[in-house]
């Protein structure tokens, strides 16, 4: 059950797999082109897509891809409330349960290993899991982070509840002991962090990630580059596979020698990285200070001098940026948001931004609310809204499977004007 609820793909061959995405990829560009129409703009090209549509590119890794894993704490199917694994059920149908990740296709054998670990901890705590924060309890997520380069990072997340700071420093050394000279020793983290959160999500900005033990980054290597990756960074789920996504990205760009490149959601900075021999100049913005921090670092390090990293919420930077822009060389944008896509504002500046001409939004979600900036992009100028700028045109669509066993796509949408 857990195997179908997380990798519902994992029966079918790789090559079905590829075909079964290639259709749901099929059907949002015909949503696309249907819903350009209803806004007055011929739309349909052949097969009645808004543009062409290219095969699926395969993963280069199928099985064990993921460079970060996230497992739940709860009760498992024997009833075991410190269970470290994923769910299966709904909250709405009250029948979560916890199941081990141990037979889960896409996670390695190195994360399975470490919530292997955590659960053997917590087992041996006298301190409760915490399941419902009304309800008390303390252990709460792991994080498991891997590089190609051989490193592990674990980021345990703790709901102090009433603990006092000492009982607090108690629970950080027994973890400590245990991975590095108990049982846990085996994992060879690089990196331990510990987290006290009473939300269910928290920045490092809200309550700071404490490092218990090791080195405070883990490194990952791609397309030849050294990249730093903090706890809470952004970087692309299967390595391998962005590297693959990287470089057609870079072809798709068209980028000459006097392009400027702004890569918009930007991470820890890899795609303009990546592609900073080919242009001028690279400007990115990302909200997470922490990966700002680790993009500045990686140019530094990489001898990469044409960089300039911005930090803070794409819809209040970007604006500003480009409002006063008056630069002559080309601009290309390269969009990488979150599954929420990108704020309004952010797609404003960019349509009455002239000096951009093309355009990459990279999708992980296309059929959501990605869909809503495609029409956005598209639509025809529209004073009440102030988009003023020339509408941009879908010419291309490359899916990119960077989620094998899942249904899930990472879609290139090329847009010209």
């Known amino acids: 059950r857990l195997a179908n609820a997380v990798t519902p793909l994992w029966r079918l061959p790789y090559q079905e797999q590829l075909q079964v995405k290639y259709e749901t990829q099929r059907k949002i560009l015909q949503t696309l082109a249907s819903r350009l129409e209803e806004l007055g703009i011929d739309a349909q090209k052949p097969g009645g897509l808004c543009c062409p ?5 395969p993963s280069p890794i199928i099985n064990g891809y993921r460079n970060k894993s996230t497992f739940s704490v709860n009760r498992g199917p024997d009833g075991n409330p410190k269970t470290v694994g994923l769910y299966v ?7 979560i349960v916890c199941v081990k990740a141990n037979h889960v296709e896409n996670i390695p054998s190195k994360h399975k290993q470490v919530a292997q670990c955590y659960e053997e901890f917590i087992c041996h705590s006298p301190l409760d899991s915490c399941i419902l924060f009304h309800e008390g309890g303390h252990w709460r997520e792991l994080v498991v982070r891997t590089t190609s380069c051989g490193h592990t990072m674990a980021i345990v997340t703790f709901h102090p509840q009433q603990l006092g700071q000492e009982a607090l420093a108690t629970q950080k050394a027994l973890l400590k002991e245990f991975f590095t000279c108990g049982p846990g020793a085996v994992c060879a983290l690089t990196s331990l962090y510990f987290q ?3 939300m269910t999500r928290c920045s490092h900005e809200q309550s ?3 490092l218990l033990q090791g080195a405070p ?3 990952e290597e791609l397309l030849g580059l050294k990249f730093r990756i903090s706890p809470d960074a952004f970087f692309q789920v299967n390595t391998a596979g962005a590297e693959v996504l990287y470089q057609a990205v870079g072809e798709l760009c068209q980028a000459a020698g006097d392009t400027v490149l702004l890569d918009i959601c930007c991470g820890t900075g890899t795609i303009g990285l990546s592609l900073a021999h080919r242009v001028s100049k690279v400007i990115g913005v990302e909200v997470v200070e922490k990966a700002i921090e680790d993009a500045e670092w990686n140019a530094a390090f990489n001898g990469i001098s044409n960089c300039e990293f911005h930090s803070g919420k794409a819809e209040a930077v970007l604006p500003q940026l480009l409002a006063s822009w008056e630069d002559a060389r080309p601009l290309v944008a390269v969009v990488n948001p979150s599954r929420a896509g990108l704020h309004y504002r952010v797609v404003r500046a960019i349509r009455n931004c002239r000096s951009i001409r093309r355009l990459l939004y990279i999708s992980c979600k296309p059929e959501g ?3 809503r900036n495609f029409l956005e992009l598209c639509c025809p100028p529209d004073p009440k809204k102030k988009l003023a700028g020339e509408p941009f045109v879908p010419v291309l669509a490359i899916p990119f499977d960077m989620f094998p066993h899942t249904v899930h796509c990472e879609l290139v949408l090329l847009f010209t004007r």
């Not at 549509?53 to 590119?57: D, R, S």
């Not at 059920?89 to 029948?95: A, C, D, I």
Request: proline share 8%.
């Open 89 to 95: 059920g709904t909250g709405r149908g009250r029948n």
């Open 196 to 198: 006290e959160s009473t």
């Open 369 to 371: 609310e990605a869909m």
């Open 217 to 219: 980054h883990i490194f």
């Open 53 to 57: 549509l290219q095969p699926v590119v």
């Open 208 to 210: 700071p990630y404490q």
